[in-house]
């Protein structure tokens, strides 16, 4: 039982990159988010799925886009990176009605 | 509008202690309050959690008092230990309803 599995676990990218952070769970929870963590911010919420074809916006949604096709995978798009996206990424998931959520190990993504 | 509100920012404390750490909050919506750890490299992991219809829950050296009329709650760590230096966040959600919203976290050092 992996848990929530994040990847990768780093990334360089230079402005105006594209890329996708991966993030997967093995538990059949419905709920996942993705948050990022910046010193000094605490954990703040990007965006949210309650379930498969399902999500919508948290407090910082503003150049990052998400999907939910299946209930394992909820992958986070930057379509165009900025340096104000360095960040350090975190995935979490509970399940349906539950309260505990269970965090992935994190993505530390640098942009140039 | 910062939902959660937690301090202090950081902490050091003697080994054998008490380590307190606070936090207050604006929606009355909110029932569910987690306190997470979270060491350097890693996710965040729940360590002790609260519903608003008791005043205090003790889970081995961690306690959490809770006041509902203030909207305020608190960790309180026992005994600290050097092995208990890390960053603690309070969180606050409608349980099964709302993703969680964090503090800004407590990076808290216990010195031998």
């Known amino acids: 039982n992996a848990g929530v599995t994040q990847t990768p676990k780093f990334q360089v990218l230079k402005t105006g990159q594209s890329m996708t952070l991966q993030c997967a769970q093995d538990m059949n929870h419905e709920y996942m988010s993705w948050y990022r963590q910046d010193p000094g911010m605490g954990l703040r919420l990007i965006h949210y799925s309650v379930g498969a074809g399902i999500t919508d916006q948290g407090e910082v949604p503003n150049g990052y886009n998400v999907s939910r096709s299946t209930t394992e995978d909820f992958p986070l798009r930057l379509l165009s990176a900025a340096p104000s996206q360095t960040s350090v990424y975190f995935c979490?998931?509970?399940?349906?009605?539950?309260?505990?959520?269970?965090f992935g190990q994190g993505t530390r993504l640098t942009v140039v | 509008q910062q939902q959660v509100k937690q301090s202090p920012q950081s902490l050091i404390v003697q080994k054998g202690g008490i380590s307190i750490i606070n936090c207050a909050y604006e929606n009355t919506a909110f029932d569910y309050f987690p306190w997470y750890q979270q060491f350097p490299g890693k996710g965040p992991a729940l360590l002790i959690a609260i519903r608003p219809d008791v005043s205090e829950k003790k889970e081995g050296r961690f306690t959490i008092s809770f006041n509902k009329s203030a909207k305020q709650f608190s960790l309180h760590i026992m005994d600290s230990q050097p092995g208990d230096s890390a960053t603690y966040f309070c969180a606050a959600s409608v349980a099964g309803n709302t993703p969680l919203v964090f503090g800004k976290g407590t990076r808290l050092s216990v010195i031998a």
């Open positions: 979490a998931s509970t399940g349906t009605g539950g309260t505990e959520a269970f």
